[in-house]
């Protein structure tokens, strides 16, 4: 009986792994200039820490979590998601200093979505989350820090959507303002929503039936429950922006389906990718170090999706990293030769020459073949009466020229080759 990949899960080959680690080197490169530094939280977390924090009553916590019980009788989920378990380490580890927190992370999440285009079960994002300020310079530099990894990736055709969400207390007021408006529909809602209508009414605005989005279509908006500071905040956020020449546009239907969020949200969409359009989104959260224990402190973070991300570049045919062709590729005239050949290649490597042997016995003809195709630069012929003087034959491949050269050489020959 063969057995597959889970669904929703899938492989990543070496074609496109290379593509992956462009893209998380890049990311690494653009975060670690600007200070930031990785952080790497297990992948399996107490159920709790996703509930309080990602909230009743939003689709992934009611709908998308992979939970279940440990044999200890623990109630365990795979991470939806990075920030909950970062705001965990923080606390946990005492990572609060005088000065901001800058941490970055790289790595699989798990929602149990329908698989789709552009969404898999396991799904991978990378994102970063700065905690210790409710500065608006730290909304406006993470959203600057996100389209400097996009230009170093050489992606261009992305749109930037932002919103405010205000303070608790606005979201209060949008919450009272919002049942009240809702309670009189309460018919023309889905059962879920029916549901959020007691439970976690803001969540109402997250749901995609067509139903709830035209009883929503006029509902109030969280922009006009800013309070003043909380409005200085959102101005400042798109004057900095605005300074930075960030081309973004107002959204004031836009929610992001967690709770923990405050005042900034945005989301970043492009159109190589369809419905499902979001390449990355993130926001506020001022409430979410303090609601797990913490001393309350502002942050702000977001989160890309690797998956997305490369959708998007490749949509817009901007060509990866080529695959690195070798440096030598060592022949061998026979099995006598392996031994010498083995030994051989390890000072060439410690010289950082990218080097193969043939183990598997081809012909020499087969092996000049097998020696194009992995695009070598140079070719080592180790052939018996060439290693009884200490010698081996070298083939620059693309001059066709061939020489003898000592043994001991050869990691200088190739070297002043290459
Ligand atoms: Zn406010
Ligand atoms: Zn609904």
């Given at each position: 009986?063969?057995?597959?990949?889970i669904k929703?899960m899938?492989?990543?080959?070496?074609?496109?792994?290379?593509?992956?680690?462009?893209?998380?080197?890049?990311?690494r490169?653009?975060?670690?200039?600007?200070?930031y530094?990785?952080?790497r939280t297990?992948?399996?977390?107490?159920?709790a820490l996703f509930?309080k924090s990602?909230?009743e009553?939003t689709?992934?916590?009611?709908?998308e979590?992979y939970?279940f019980?440990?044999?200890?009788?623990?109630?365990?989920?795979?991470?939806?998601?990075?920030?909950?378990p970062?705001?965990?380490?923080?606390?946990?580890?005492?990572m609060?200093?005088?000065?901001?927190?800058?941490?970055?992370y790289v790595?699989?999440m798990?929602r149990?979505?329908r698989p789709?285009k552009g969404?898999s079960?396991?799904?991978?994002q990378?994102?970063?989350?700065?905690?210790?300020?409710?500065?608006p310079?730290?909304?406006?530099?993470?959203?600057?820090?996100?389209?400097?990894?996009?230009k170093k990736?050489a992606l261009s055709d992305?749109?930037i959507?932002?919103?405010s969400?205000?303070?608790?207390?606005?979201k209060e007021?949008?919450a009272?303002?919002?049942?009240?408006?809702?309670?009189p529909e309460?018919n023309?809602?889905?059962?879920d929503?029916?549901?959020?209508?007691?439970?976690?009414?803001l969540?109402t605005?997250?749901?995609?039936?067509?139903?709830c989005r035209s009883v929503l279509?006029?509902s109030?908006k969280?922009?006009?429950?800013?309070?003043?500071s909380?409005?200085g905040?959102?101005?400042?956020v798109?004057?900095?922006?605005?300074?930075?020449?960030?081309?973004f546009?107002?959204?004031?239907?836009?929610?992001?389906?967690?709770?923990?969020?405050?005042?900034?949200v945005?989301?970043?969409t492009h159109?190589?990718?369809?419905a499902q359009?979001?390449?990355?989104a993130?926001?506020?959260y001022?409430?979410l170090v303090?609601?797990?224990?913490?001393k309350k402190?502002?942050?702000?973070?977001f989160?890309?999706g690797?998956?997305r991300?490369?959708?998007?570049l490749?949509?817009?045919?901007?060509?990866g990293?080529?695959k690195?062709?070798l440096d030598?590729?060592?022949?061998?005239?026979?099995?006598?030769?392996?031994?010498e050949?083995f030994k051989?290649?390890?000072?060439?490597r410690?010289?950082?020459?990218?080097?193969?042997?043939n183990?598997?016995g081809r012909?020499?003809k087969s092996q000049?073949?097998?020696?194009?195709k992995?695009?070598?630069?140079?070719?080592a012929?180790f052939?018996?009466?060439?290693l009884?003087r200490?010698?081996?034959?070298?083939?620059?491949?693309k001059?066709?020229?061939?020489r003898?050269?000592?043994?001991?050489?050869?990691a200088?020959?190739?070297r002043?080759?290459?």
């Amino acid at each position: 009986m063969a057995i597959h990949s889970i669904k929703g899960m899938r492989d990543i080959l070496p074609e496109e792994a290379r593509l992956w680690q462009f893209v998380e080197r890049t990311a690494r490169e653009v975060f670690e200039s600007s200070g930031y530094e990785e952080i790497r939280t297990p992948i399996l977390e107490e159920t709790a820490l996703f509930r309080k924090s990602i909230g009743e009553g939003t689709d992934i916590v009611s709908k998308e979590m992979y939970t279940f019980t440990d044999k200890g009788g623990r109630s365990l989920t795979l991470r939806p998601e990075g920030t909950a378990p970062i705001v965990r380490s923080y606390i946990e580890n005492r990572m609060a200093a005088d000065d901001v927190v800058k941490l970055y992370y790289v790595g699989p999440m798990f929602r149990s979505e329908r698989p789709q285009k552009g969404r898999s079960r396991q799904f991978h994002q990378i994102g970063m989350e700065v905690i210790g300020s409710s500065s608006p310079y730290f909304d406006a530099g993470a959203i600057f820090l996100m389209t400097n990894l996009f230009k170093k990736l050489a992606l261009s055709d992305f749109k930037i959507k932002i919103c405010s969400l205000g303070c608790a207390k606005d979201k209060e007021k949008l919450a009272k303002e919002l049942g009240a408006y809702l309670t009189p529909e309460k018919n023309r809602l889905c059962p879920d929503c029916k549901t959020r209508l007691k439970k976690n009414v803001l969540r109402t605005l997250d749901c995609k039936v067509e139903s709830c989005r035209s009883v929503l279509r006029n509902s109030p908006k969280a922009k006009d429950f800013l309070c003043g500071s909380c409005g200085g905040h959102y101005k400042k956020v798109k004057d900095l922006l605005a300074e930075l020449k960030i081309d973004f546009t107002e959204d004031a239907n836009m929610v992001r389906g967690l709770d923990y969020y405050t005042n900034t949200v945005f989301e970043v969409t492009h159109p190589g990718l369809g419905a499902q359009d979001a390449i990355a989104a993130g926001g506020r959260y001022d409430n979410l170090v303090e609601d797990f224990g913490g001393k309350k402190t502002g942050a702000f973070g977001f989160a890309l999706g690797t998956e997305r991300l490369l959708m998007a570049l490749s949509s817009e045919k901007k060509a990866g990293p080529q695959k690195k062709g070798l440096d030598l590729y060592v022949a061998t005239t026979g099995d006598k030769m392996y031994t010498e050949a083995f030994k051989a290649v390890i000072p060439l490597r410690e010289n950082g020459i990218f080097c193969e042997v043939n183990f598997q016995g081809r012909s020499l003809k087969s092996q000049m073949r097998q020696a194009n195709k992995k695009e070598a630069r140079f070719v080592a012929i180790f052939g018996d009466e060439e290693l009884k003087r200490g010698e081996v034959a070298l083939r620059d491949m693309k001059t066709s020229e061939q020489r003898n050269v000592k043994l001991s050489d050869l990691a200088k020959e190739v070297r002043e080759g290459l």
